[in-house]
């Protein structure tokens, strides 16, 4: 799968890594091209560095930024002058502040991202006390799709903190025969077959993925990172404060 990376930080990079070890292809692209570029050659062979604004219509790339290395598969006919690649998959994982500022640098207001699934992992949230910085009834999700029109947007990687994706694949693996419970990833949205693509690529770095329901629920998965950020800063585990519940 082809998968462009909107963003540069820890969760980026964590998900970038496993994404790209699981054998998919990678563009990054971010605010600054010099970490862009940084975050490339930590990911590996074959990662590509873009600038926002060289993502076009349909979420396409010119790839005329270097891959690390920079030879790719398909040699330099593959990527020569003019030459556009399509995205599969975006994964927005930038600052919630910043959201707007990359949506429009590549053009989303415009359709740049129309058809493609757009992964909201962002969390527009007061990280000190966990509260929501957004207007009752409203999710951050859903203002990500205002902001790109025809996107098919998922909420989805957003409650866990990047660390739990930077430990070795072993400590999350979704083996079925291992006796380790991997963990859960909660996704929501509307398009059946955006909601396909997440859940494979949440398998893909070692947990499970369990839809909620469409966008409409996305306020609701927001609402309960704050909690689990709340309890954090508080020096609580958050898994002491949910109940054990039967399963069917």
């Known amino acids: 799968m082809r998968i462009t990376i909107l963003g540069t930080g820890t969760l ?8 790209a070890r699981a054998g998919h292809e990678i563009t990054v692209a971010g605010r600054s091209m010099d970490k862009a570029e940084a975050l490339a050659r930590r990911l590996g062979a074959g990662v590509r560095a ?18 690390y290395p920079a030879t790719v598969a398909g040699g330099a006919d593959a990527v020569g002058a003019g ?17 707007e500022e990359v949506l429009r640098a590549v053009g989303a207001p415009g359709g740049a991202l129309s058809g493609l699934t757009v992964i909201d992992a962002t969390n527009a949230i007061d990280h000190g006390v966990g509260v929501l ?20 947007v998922v909420k989805a990687f957003h409650l866990f903190p990047s660390e739990q994706w930077a430990a070795p694949e072993a400590d999350a693996t979704a083996d079925t025969g291992s006796t380790h419970r ?6 929501c949205g509307d398009a059946p077959a955006a909601l396909r693509t997440t859940e494979h690529l949440v398998r893909d770095v070692g947990a499970v993925p369990v839809v909620l329901g469409g966008l ?10 704050g909690f689990v950020i709340a309890l954090a800063f508080s020096g609580v585990d958050p898994s002491r404060a949910v109940p054990a519940m039967p399963t069917p």
Do not use: M, N
Request: zero cysteines; hydrophobic letters at 45%; a positive charge.
């Open 50 to 67: 873009v600038p926002l604004t060289e993502i076009g219509a349909g979420g396409k790339v010119v790839p005329h930024a270097p891959a």
């Open 182 to 187: 991997p963990p859960s990833v909660t996704i």
């Open 133 to 152: 910085r957004l207007p009752p009834g409203t999710s951050h999700a859903q203002r990500v799709a205002e902001l790109a029109p025809g996107a098919h």
């Open 216 to 225: 409409d629920r996305a306020r609701q998965l927001e609402e309960a990172a």
């Open 12 to 19: 980026a990079e964590a998900l970038g890594r496993r994404w």
């Open 83 to 99: 030459a556009r690649r399509t995205a599969d998959a975006v994964l927005l994982a930038v600052a919630y502040t910043g959201v």
